[in-house]
């Protein structure tokens, strides 16, 4: 086995102390700059492997050997494998694939796993050229300066995995106010990074406002409620969006996408009974969430701004809707995204509670954006634009999809305060999803990604022809 090609790091010692061949590091962090550049200056070998966790690992039999051999024909300047899992609780480990790193894949919670190996000269050249002293970034700004990310798809070791929350639970981690700190430099690492590779976007927007501003609509606005098998939740979201307040006319467009619960005959029923209801039953029946959007923004009665509402959802009060429409004016944009707070199903706050996306700010969300898993909640559209840009018919990632097709050219207002109720019951699509579930989701989102950031680039670099 060539261990000799292989400098082991691992994050923290608890003391300092020298031995044969080894350069312990105490009290060191791998998010701290000062620690790469330790590191780089210690390894004498041509690979480096790094551990992110303190807890025990398990090498899988010439898995060492392995990750040198797929680095030498590939010439990787990073590597990174799928794993086995111990939950601690039982003695059979569970298979935990990664997906590929792609162009996109700038999330700084990307699953790469904790073993991570890297050529010594690409790792030399990349913490070389680091300028900013950071404390919790520097291995995401490591990475994301990797040109060549391997990912071999055989599983090499074993880890033993503490965090043994729900997927619906772990996926609000970023936005939980006690990471705001790191959080803020995470936003730094992603924005150097978009500057680097040209497709980073100044605060200069379009005037929404040129985009059918003029057209004609039934009612000012609608609230769109796409749903599919909710017979217990659905008769609650179309009372909370009926109860609306408004100066103005609205309806509530009700997408029933082939229900087989019941929930068909409930909205049949609430429909006789007040005309601002629009009850669809769609045509097709490939809908997606997505795909349920854009049947109901082209409906000949939706309003000029559409608002979302979830079928599992309610409104935080009956000013929500008029607060919404109001911020289409007064921010001229054309997307509105408000505040939410996780609850359970009686509206009993849950954590991590108000979920506020205050890291988007005028000047850096549309790049930010870029990072982060999500744009938050309730989200609104300018109906003219929505209707000549489409929504991508799946029913994961469309709203970001949009959101980030939107942001590229137009702004996105925010509300920060709560105007939304979001409810968390075992029945919700992402409350426990297995790890084939959350990669196919997390791949697609990448993929959004990739397709805006190239956008970008390239719409950056007509622009400098242009100039």
Known sequence: MPTDDISATVEAFSRSESFFGVTVLSDVSLGCTQTLRSIAESTSQKYILLYTKDM????????????????????ADMLYSDRYELDGLSDAPVRHPAIDCQKGALRDDFDFGPVLVFRTSSFRKAVGAMTEDYTFGALYDLRLRMRN???????????????????????????????????????????????????????????????????????????????????????????????????????????????????????AGLAGKDDRIVHIIPEYNDLGIGGCWNIAV???????????????????????????????????????????????????????????????????????????????APRAFFVPLLRSLGLPNTSYGEDYAIGLRISREYRIGRIYDVVYFCRRWSGNSDAALDISRINANNLYKDRVRTWELEARVRMQKRRTRKA
């Open 56 to 75: 025990l690992l398990q090498m899988g039999l010439c898995s060492l050997d392995r990750f040198v051999a797929v680095a030498e024909d590939t010439g």
């Open 149 to 267: 990310i391997v990912h071999i798809n055989e599983f090499l070791y074993t880890e033993i995995e503490t965090d043994r929350r729900l997927s619906g639970v772990r996926q609000f981690d970023y936005v939980d106010p006690k990471n705001r700190e790191v959080q803020i430099e995470m936003e730094k690492v992603c924005t150097e990074h978009l500057k680097r590779i040209g497709a980073y976007l100044e605060p200069e927007f379009k005037d929404v406002r040129n985009c059918g501003e003029d057209e004609a609509f039934p009612v000012t606005a609608s609230v769109i409620i796409p749903v599919y098998n909710r017979a217990g939740t659905i008769v609650d979201a179309v009372a909370s969006a009926l109860s609306q307040e408004c100066d103005f006319p609205f309806n509530v467009i009700v997408v029933d996408n082939h229900s087989t619960d019941g929930t068909t005959e409930l909205l």
């Open 298 to 376: 082209n409906h000949h009665l939706c309003g000029k701004y559409a608002v979302q509402l979830d079928s599992d959802d309610v409104y935080s009060g009956n000013d929500a809707l008029s607060r919404i429409v109001e911020a289409f004016g007064e921010q001229n944009c054309a997307m509105v995204v408000g505040t939410y707070m996780m609850t359970d199903f009686s509206l009993k706050p849950t954590p991590p509670g108000v979920i506020d996306h205050k890291e988007w700010t005028e000047d850096n969300g549309r790049n930010n954006a870029l990072r982060i898993n999500g744009l938050g």
